[in-house]
């Protein structure tokens, strides 16, 4: 008995280091219909904002958000895409956090549709490139409720995840915001059109363009970094982890102590 209270101290201490990876490892990676490579059936959601643009018949500023839920297709190696347009009046932000939705003064929904792509779409390209070059520097993220705590590539501030066959972003600014926008949404490259008049060039164009597109979930989770994990979980809790672990082995010795007496 006189044990029990000092291995409850250590065992609480460990327990702290070890939850955040507890608490992904049982609530998403378990659960994950695909773990590890993007194969026939993996899912990734996308949410990204674009603009802004000008509209000739109201003659308002506003932005596009767009919703993607981008599927790959095996037999073919191709991209099954959907995806909803959204049109954002005033300051138009995007929030991916748990419940990804549009923040702006009004959101109206203005499209909704589908495409069939394969890796040389501009969308495609950007969001899951088999290779890439030019990496700036490997680091991580805080940990997500879906992509959890895998290793993070940087190349011109966009952020990837790597999967054994392929690479995913994780938070890209497309590199050419108008061949994004025109692969998925036709009236896109109506848009675009208006902006290169007003400017004279498409470059200087899409130089003014915010664009930002980041994953919110899916069914395919990375490889994990497990020992990234548990350097988390002890900086996570720290020092009350320590404290207790302390505690427990000067406990133990104390009671030691008595018991030879």
Same mark, same amino acid.
């Given at each position: 008995?006189?044990?029990?209270?000092?291995?409850?101290?250590?065992?609480?201490?460990?327990?702290?280091? &070890?939850?955040?990876?507890? %608490? *992904?490892?049982?609530?998403? *990676?378990?659960? %994950?219909?695909?773990?590890?490579?993007?194969?026939?059936?993996?899912?990734?959601? *996308?949410?990204?904002?674009?603009?802004?643009?000008?509209?000739?018949?109201?003659?308002?500023?506003?932005?596009?958000?767009?919703?993607?839920?981008?599927?790959? %297709?095996?037999?073919?190696?191709? *991209?099954?895409?959907?995806?909803?347009?959204?049109?954002?009046?005033?300051?138009?932000?995007?929030?991916?956090?748990?419940?990804?939705?549009? +923040? /702006?003064?009004?959101?109206?929904?203005?499209?909704?549709?589908?495409?069939?792509?394969?890796?040389?779409?501009?969308?495609?390209?950007?969001?899951?490139?088999?290779?890439? /070059?030019?990496?700036?520097?490997?680091?991580?993220?805080?940990?997500?409720?879906?992509?959890?705590?895998?290793?993070?590539?940087?190349?011109?501030?966009?952020?990837?995840?790597?999967?054994?066959?392929?690479?995913? /972003?994780?938070?890209? @600014?497309?590199?050419?915001?108008?061949?994004?926008?025109?692969?998925?949404?036709?009236?896109?490259?109506?848009?675009?059109? +208006?902006? &290169?008049?007003?400017?004279?060039?498409?470059?200087?164009?899409?130089? @003014?363009? #915010?664009?930002?597109?980041?994953? /919110?979930?899916?069914?395919?989770?990375?490889?994990?970094?497990?020992?990234?994990?548990?350097?988390?979980?002890?900086?996570?809790?720290?020092?009350?982890?320590?404290?207790?672990?302390?505690?427990?082995? #000067?406990?133990?010795?104390?009671?030691?102590?008595?018991?030879?007496?």
């Amino acid at each position: 008995m006189k044990t029990a209270i000092p291995a409850m101290l250590v065992l609480m201490g460990v327990l702290l280091i &070890f939850a955040p990876v507890g %608490s *992904y490892y049982f609530g998403t *990676y378990t659960h %994950s219909r695909f773990k590890g490579a993007v194969q026939d059936g993996s899912r990734f959601e *996308y949410y990204g904002i674009v603009g802004s643009f000008w509209d000739n018949s109201s003659h308002q500023e506003f932005m596009l958000g767009i919703s993607m839920n981008i599927t790959k %297709s095996q037999p073919k190696d191709e *991209y099954v895409v959907e995806y909803s347009i959204y049109r954002l009046i005033g300051q138009g932000q995007l929030n991916v956090k748990r419940s990804p939705h549009f +923040i /702006a003064q009004k959101v109206t929904l203005e499209w909704r549709g589908n495409i069939t792509a394969n890796e040389s779409s501009p969308v495609i390209e950007q969001l899951f490139p088999e290779r890439l /070059a030019n990496i700036t520097e490997m680091t991580h993220t805080f940990p997500d409720h879906f992509y959890g705590y895998p290793k993070v590539y940087v190349k011109n501030k966009n952020y990837y995840i790597k999967y054994s066959n392929t690479y995913a /972003a994780l938070g890209v @600014s497309p590199d050419s915001p108008c061949s994004f926008i025109e692969t998925v949404y036709p009236k896109g490259k109506e848009y675009c059109s +208006i902006l &290169f008049n007003l400017y004279g060039n498409r470059t200087q164009a899409e130089d @003014s363009l #915010i664009a930002q597109v980041d994953l /919110a979930g899916g069914n395919t989770v990375p490889p994990q970094d497990w020992r990234g994990w548990i350097r988390y979980g002890f900086g996570w809790s720290f020092p009350v982890n320590t404290i207790f672990i302390l505690l427990g082995l #000067i406990v133990y010795i104390m009671t030691s102590r008595e018991g030879r007496m």
